[in-house]
């Protein structure tokens, strides 16, 4: 009798055991899944993050570019306009030298 009780509770605390660690192994589970969503989340920001830097890496090189042809058109234009200047400088000195030689 002694022993069928010993045997009687050797397996009802062998099933409560087992009972823990399904217990356990369905925690880790949840632990397991809800990090991996953890992660596939921390990946999409991530994701999200670089492709905005890169968006706002290329809108600024697309402005530095812009930035740079409006600045060589603009010495262009300087140029073009000192070249008439001196141009128009010469003219109207050549015209009052003439004017002198007349007068």
């Known amino acids: 009798e002694k022993a069928d009780g010993l045997q009687e509770q050797l397996s009802a605390e062998t099933k409560r055991a087992s009972i823990e660690a399904e217990k356990a192994s369905a925690r880790i589970d949840a632990l397991e899944a809800q990090m991996a969503q953890s992660g596939t989340e921390l990946s999409e920001e991530m994701s999200n993050a670089l492709a905005k830097a890169e ?49």
């Open 55 to 103: 968006a706002e890496s290329k809108r600024a090189s697309q402005s530095a570019d812009q930035a740079e042809k409006w600045q060589r058109a603009h010495a262009e234009e300087t140029e073009r306009s000192e070249q008439l200047q001196a141009r128009l400088k010469v003219e109207i000195d050549q015209l009052d030298a003439k004017l002198t030689t007349m007068q």
